[in-house]
């Protein structure tokens, strides 16, 4: 603010992430922008062309690059984003086959798989960069701020996508499959959840065209 305010040298407003660190609006929104742009470019490229996998890239970019889209340059955006839908995409027909898992909407691949990598790429590409404000003590790298390391980031990522997501998701379906509401029975599965609705909308295509006659 200015001296015609009475309050020259006053910040009123300053942008931060969520750890106190300073940051650039309008670089994280440019950020998100090439971000989505490269998971959209790199879920067409692999996938060659489905319309599914190409608007799910574009969301697995932005999840890929979203650990480090207030510090990276647009470019690393866009690169990580790229690399973090292919390995998302390739991942989710990895476990389909080897696991029988089907990831049907692939939300797993797209916020699980991305998110990983995005989390372990963001360690190495921003190693040394602070992730809390000065001041908060001295560190065993030496500092007085907590510094981004590969190492810190995949222990988040374990706690963030194991011990919260995973596992209780696991127990969760094992208390579900113990009370035998994790599947529908397997005749269902064969003819088909839609079957009564179809059955009854024939009956009522039936009574409607008998009622014309």
Same mark, same amino acid.
């Given at each position: 603010?200015?001296?015609?305010?009475?309050?020259?040298?006053?910040?009123?407003?300053?942008?931060?992430?969520?750890?106190?660190?300073?940051?650039?609006?309008?670089?994280?929104?440019?950020?998100?922008?090439?971000?989505?742009?490269?998971?959209?470019?790199?879920?067409?490229?692999?996938?060659?062309?489905?319309?599914?996998?190409?608007?799910?890239?574009?969301?697995?970019?932005?999840?890929?690059?979203?650990?480090?889209?207030?510090?990276?340059?647009?470019?690393?955006?866009?690169? /990580?984003?790229?690399?973090?839908?292919?390995? $998302?995409? =390739? *991942?989710?027909?990895?476990?389909?086959? !080897?696991?029988?898992?089907? +990831?049907?909407?692939?939300?797993?691949?797209?916020?699980?798989?991305?998110?990983?990598?995005?989390?372990?790429?963001?360690?190495?590409?921003?190693?040394?960069?602070?992730?809390?404000?000065?001041?908060?003590?001295?560190?065993?790298?030496?500092?007085?701020?907590?510094?981004?390391?590969?190492?810190?980031?995949?222990?988040?990522?374990?706690?963030?996508?194991?011990?919260?997501?995973?596992?209780?998701?696991? /127990?969760?379906?094992?208390?579900?499959?113990? $009370?035998? =509401? *994790?599947?529908?029975?397997?005749?269902? !599965?064969?003819?088909?959840? +839609?079957?009564?609705?179809?059955?009854?909308?024939?009956?009522?295509?039936?009574?409607?065209?008998?009622?014309?006659?």
């Amino acid at each position: 603010l200015g001296p015609e305010y009475g309050m020259e040298g006053v910040t009123f407003f300053t942008a931060t992430n969520i750890y106190v660190t300073p940051t650039t609006l309008s670089g994280i929104t440019m950020n998100f922008l090439l971000s989505l742009a490269g998971g959209l470019l790199a879920g067409y490229w692999i996938s060659k062309g489905d319309p599914f996998w190409t608007y799910s890239g574009g969301l697995a970019g932005i999840i890929a690059a979203s650990a480090g889209n207030d510090l990276y340059h647009p470019m690393q955006s866009l690169i /990580i984003a790229g690399i973090g839908t292919v390995i $998302a995409y =390739k *991942l989710h027909y990895w476990v389909e086959r !080897e696991f029988k898992i089907d +990831d049907a909407v692939g939300a797993v691949a797209v916020h699980g798989y991305a998110g990983v990598v995005g989390l372990v790429i963001c360690g190495f590409v921003l190693w040394g960069y602070p992730s809390s404000g000065y001041g908060v003590g001295s560190m065993w790298v030496g500092t007085d701020y907590a510094p981004i390391n590969p190492l810190g980031m995949i222990i988040g990522a374990i706690i963030m996508f194991g011990v919260l997501g995973f596992l209780p998701g696991w /127990i969760l379906a094992k208390i579900l499959h113990s $009370a035998g =509401k *994790l599947r529908i029975p397997r005749d269902v !599965e064969l003819a088909g959840l +839609d079957y009564n609705i179809m059955e009854q909308a024939r009956k009522d295509e039936r009574a409607v065209a008998s009622s014309n006659r």
